[in-house]
């Protein structure tokens, strides 16, 4: 019989889930939301916490990582979270790990996964399948129209010598060379 692999007390990853899941407790009993919780660790320390708060805030954005993403970058008094690590009750839907790569965080921990979840009564499994389906097929229509004059606004935004750049940060794909016979 194989023995458990215990986590010591010590560890920053263990003790943020201990909270993260605290969190889901604390947020779902007080009747804010679902049973999700999430803290951002930078160094072992908690810089930024959350739980689900959707039903409280009448906010379908507000799922605890978004809430502790936002809480990170407030106190951090910046939105990029490079170096931070985001520890979560359960693996993020896909609008959470958007958020995630948009906040540049380094990596995700979670407790239960997205089929845990769908277990659970909630669609992240729906809306990852929904992500990968053609635009055509999916069950939410969506249309283009007056592209033209949006484009315009990401024209000025290309020119403008003052900006900043945020978001994911994307490394070109690699070119696979050729062999020449």
């Not at 003052?162 to 020449?180: D, F, L, N, Q, T």
Request: with cysteine; net charge positive; glycine share 8%.
């Amino acid at each position: 019989m194989k023995k458990k692999k215990s986590i010591p007390d010590s560890d920053p990853l263990a003790d943020g889930m201990r909270k993260a899941i605290a969190l889901s407790y604390r947020g779902m009993r007080s009747g804010k939301g679902g049973p999700f919780g999430a803290v951002i660790l930078r160094n072992g320390k908690v810089v930024g916490k959350g739980h689900n708060q959707v039903l409280s805030h009448n906010d379908p954005t507000a799922h605890a990582e978004i809430v502790a993403l936002r809480d990170a970058g407030a106190r951090l008094k910046k939105f990029d979270l490079s170096g931070c690590v985001l520890v979560t009750s359960c693996e993020p839907c896909p609008m959470c790990l958007a958020a995630a790569y948009w906040a540049r965080i380094d990596r995700i921990v979670y407790g239960n996964s997205r089929r845990d979840a769908a277990t659970a009564g909630f669609a992240d499994d729906f809306l990852y399948a929904e992500l990968a389906a053609p635009l055509r097929g999916r069950k939410l229509k969506a249309s283009r129209m007056m592209s033209q004059e949006a484009r315009g606004a990401f024209l000025e935004w290309v020119e403008r010598d003052e900006k900043m750049h945020y978001g994911p940060v994307i490394e070109p794909p690699v070119r696979k060379r050729s062999a020449r016979v």
